[in-house]
C-alpha cells in the first residue's frame, strides 16, 4: 500500500509539473537574485565613493589643522601638504593635490597683507589658513554614461592658532 501510495503521489508530483510551470520560479528566482546582486554591486561602489570623499575631506581637515596650530606653521605650504598627504591613506585615490593660502584681515573685517608689518587700528590681526585637497577616484565597476573616474575634492578654512 504504501508502495502504491508512493507511486500515486509521485504520479500526482508529474502531473502538476506538466502545464509547463516547473521551471517557473526558478526564472524568477534567478531574475531576482540578479537584480539583488546589482543593486548590492551599486551599494558597495556608492559607499567606496563617498567613503573616499570623505578621505579627501579629512586630508583638507588635516593640513589646515597643521597650518593653523602656529601662526609659524600658517606659510609652510610644504608642512600642509605633507600633513594633508599622510592624512589621506585610501589607496584607491589617484592624483591627490594640495593647494594651501594664508589670507589676513583685520577684525574689523578690513583686509590686509599678511607680509604688511602694520597693525590694525582699534582691532586685531586674524590670519585664516585655507587647504584645498583634489583626488580622482576610479571606481570598481564602470556602468556605460557615467565617468570612469570621479573628482573629489575637500576644503578646509582655520584661523591661524585656533581650531
Not at 551599486?42 to 596650530?69: C, D, L
Not at 610644504?78 to 593647494?99: C, N, V, W, Y
Amino acid at each position: 500500500m504504501e508502495m502504491a501510495n508512493g507511486r500515486l503521489l509521485l504520479r500526482g508530483w508529474a502531473q502538476r509539473n506538466e502545464d509547463g510551470e516547473s521551471g517557473q520560479a526558478l526564472v524568477e528566482l534567478a531574475i531576482s537574485l540578479s537584480l539583488l546582486l546589482l543593486l548590492m554591486l551599486g551599494a558597495v561602489e556608492f559607499a567606496q565613493i563617498a567613503y573616499a570623499a570623505i578621505e579627501v575631506s579629512n586630508a583638507a581637515n588635516a593640513g589646515s589643522s597643521y597650518g593653523s596650530s602656529s601662526c609659524g606653521y600658517a606659510g609652510d605650504t610644504t608642512g600642509i601638504s605633507a600633513a594633508a598627504a599622510s592624512d589621506a591613506t585610501l589607496s584607491g585615490l589617484k592624483s591627490f593635490t594640495t593647494t594651501s593660502s594664508l589670507s589676513c584681515k583685520c577684525s574689523d573685517g578690513t583686509a590686509i597683507s599678511c607680509t604688511d608689518n602694520t597693525t590694525c587700528s582699534n582691532s586685531h590681526v586674524i590670519a585664516t589658513v585655507t587647504v584645498n585637497t583634489s583626488a580622482t577616484f576610479n571606481p570598481v565597476i564602470h556602468i556605460p554614461g557615467l565617468p570612469n573616474t570621479i573628482t573629489l575634492n575637500g576644503q578646509s578654512i582655520r584661523a591661524c592658532g585656533g581650531s
